[in-house]
């Protein structure tokens, strides 16, 4: 009964979740709420040893779930767009078998259950269509209303090129075919491209904390080191300047790393 109810549950989900928008939970909300909170002290301790400061920061430390969010937003589409791609070659193999539509979707589904499981994002989307497809619903729809909830060009391409040969009564499965090893042609590029750029991304990330890094350990090092530039005008001037700059460079440095795919 209680498989039954989960497997009712994931495709009442397949065909509800919008993957442009991402809902945290109460406990991703704590986490980076907190962890946000940990980065204002940080910076406030930094470059002013200042309660005030750090009050004036805090605003921003509470709000960083919603950046978050839209970084867990992209992770989540990229991941469903990697699983799509295996979806689609698992899916064009099983019409090149001779499967009609309905079969090949319910012989993919077995085939990616076993990839990334029942609660797979793709899994569960493919047992939706599955699913509506028993129920009569045409698979023009059911694609078409994936790619708008996906909010990811390929699958809204494939969608489209499946439609138009279904609807024309062409050679589906050569037409399917091919459009597949386009698509995971494609995919294949983007995924070289952003192993490339990732490791150069999370040295970004590090060189980001060496700045912190560098006062933490010259004042556990040289206690008062830095004292002057905490205490007085001149000082706290020339750090609201260093802290420009550094925000500045973290800006710059993401935006020439975030490669428009």
Same mark, same amino acid.
């Given at each position: 009964? @209680?498989? @039954? ?77 990697? @699983? ?7 899916? #064009? #193999? ?5 499967? #009609? ?28 269509? #599955? ?11 059911l694609l078409a209303e994936f790619a708008a909830r996906s909010g990811l060009e390929e699958i809204k391409n494939f969608a489209e090129i499946f439609a138009v040969s279904k609807r024309s009564r062409g050679e589906l499965v050569s037409v399917v075919d091919h459009?597949?090893?386009? $698509? ?8 070289? $491209? ?6 150069k991304q999370f040295e970004q990330k590090i060189m980001n904390l060496v700045p912190y890094f560098i006062v933490f350990y010259i004042e556990f090092s040289s206690p008062g080191f ?32 975030? $490669?428009?795919?």
């Amino acid at each position: 009964m @209680q498989k @039954q109810d989960r497997q009712e549950g994931r495709i009442k989900a397949g065909g509800q979740t919008v993957y442009d928008r991402y809902s945290l939970s109460g406990r991703e909300w704590f986490t980076y709420a907190a962890g946000g909170t940990v980065a204002c002290a940080a910076t406030a301790y930094v470059f002013y040893r200042s309660i005030a400061a750090f009050l004036i920061f805090l605003p921003l430390g509470i709000l960083y779930p919603l950046i978050k969010r839209k970084e867990l937003t992209v992770r989540r589409k990229e991941a469903l767009r990697q @699983q799509f791609k295996e979806a689609v070659l698992i899916l #064009s #193999s099983s019409l090149g078998a001779g499967y #009609s539509v309905e079969n090949a979707f319910a012989a993919s589904l077995r085939e990616l259950e076993e990839l990334y499981g029942a609660e797979g994002m793709i899994t569960v989307e493919f047992a939706y269509i #599955s699913y509506q497809l028993r129920m009569n619903r045409t698979i023009e729809t059911l694609l078409a209303e994936f790619a708008a909830r996906s909010g990811l060009e390929e699958i809204k391409n494939f969608a489209e090129i499946f439609a138009v040969s279904k609807r024309s009564r062409g050679e589906l499965v050569s037409v399917v075919d091919h459009t597949v090893h386009v $698509i995971s042609d494609r995919l294949q590029v983007r995924e070289e $491209i952003l192993t490339m750029t990732s490791e150069k991304q999370f040295e970004q990330k590090i060189m980001n904390l060496v700045p912190y890094f560098i006062v933490f350990y010259i004042e556990f090092s040289s206690p008062g080191f830095f004292s002057q530039m905490y205490v007085t005008t001149a000082g706290r001037v020339v750090m609201t300047g260093c802290l420009i700059v550094y925000v500045a460079a973290c800006f710059l440095a993401l935006k020439i790393l975030n $490669i428009e795919l």
